[in-house]
């Protein structure tokens, strides 16, 4: 079983950055991709940024490339979200998700609301 906690959400200014974390906790073999999704009011769950555990490869959806990195602290269990350059549109509620073929371990989600 995997545990994960979201923290870092709030409210910010266009232009301005946040730094969403990560505690991931429970056993999460080497090979486990972790991930950054955010789901904005009357829109899908949409894939943001993600990583492999055991590799450090990450992976990001176009609408985020050069504005967001995502990081992870194997030694803390921890994975970052650094958000820069933020737009209104990507204010949502973001997850942090865990797993390997898919994603089967999600957070609860923190709010991310980007001002005009």
């Known amino acids: 079983q995997v545990q994960l906690v979201e923290s870092g959400g709030g409210l910010v200014q266009a232009g301005g950055s946040l730094r969403l974390s990560c505690a991931v906790s429970?056993?999460?073999?080497?090979?486990?991709?972790i991930g950054w999704f955010r789901q904005a009011p009357e829109k899908e769950r949409e894939f943001v940024a993600g990583?492999?555990?055991?590799?450090?490869?990450?992976y990001y959806a176009d609408s985020v490339k050069g504005r967001f990195t995502i990081s992870g602290n194997n030694a803390k269990n921890t994975v970052h979200l650094q958000m820069n350059s933020l737009k209104p549109e990507d204010t949502a509620v973001y997850y942090c998700?865990?797993?390997?073929?898919?994603?089967?371990?999600w957070g609860q989600g923190t709010q991310v609301t980007v001002s005009s």
């Open positions: 998700a865990a797993g390997q073929a898919i994603y089967g371990y």
């Open positions: 429970g056993r999460t073999p080497s090979n486990y991709n």
């Open positions: 990583i492999r555990w055991s590799s450090g490869s990450t």
